[in-house]
């Protein structure tokens, strides 16, 4: 059962981080993650970077709580939103935009199509008029751009 939870958080956060996404990052905490988009930050480290610590709180919260009491369900909730957390790192942070220069190269088309449709996402530098907001989900026309022959 324990893994069941955590399976149905990590999915679960897909559709969170889109509402996240586009209602408070291109809302009301634009201003964080602003730089994210335009490039504006001096430096390695970017405003947005601040999400990571907003996101992490209520997981450590979570998963502290969880296991004073015989690590019960808020632990394996908060367990699933780290391995979530830790699938945005990897793949958003390191494939996507190369915060360090590895795994950069990839003939796997659903990476492919996720970098491209990330890459849409990206084309728009204001909060408004955005589109691809979640994470790990793609649609379905970002993988048809990609025939088993073509690369990035």
């Known amino acids: 059962m ?15 981080t889109w509402l996240i996404h ?12 602003r730089d994210h988009h335009d490039h504006s930050n001096e430096g390695f ?21 969880g296991s004073l009491k015989d ?15 830790m699938a945005y790192f990897f793949v958003h942070d390191i494939f996507i935009h190369q915060r360090f220069k ?8 659903y990476f492919l199509a996720l970098r491209r449709a990330h890459k849409q996402h990206h084309k728009h530098l204001v909060k408004e008029e955005g589109e691809c907001f979640g994470f790990l989900y793609v649609p379905l026309k970002y993988f048809k751009m990609f025939s088993n022959n073509e690369k990035t």
């Open 2 to 16: 324990n893994f069941i939870t955590v399976l149905i958080t990590f999915v679960a956060m897909e559709g969170a």
């Open 45 to 65: 480290l970017e405003k947005n970077d601040y999400f990571f610590v907003i996101f992490a709180l209520p997981t450590i919260a979570l998963m502290y709580f």
């Open 71 to 85: 690590y019960n369900y808020l632990f394996y909730i908060g367990l699933g939103i780290m391995f979530y957390g």
């Open 22 to 33: 586009k209602y408070i990052m291109h809302g009301f905490l634009w201003i964080l993650h």
């Open 102 to 109: 590895f795994l950069s190269k990839t003939n796997n088309r």
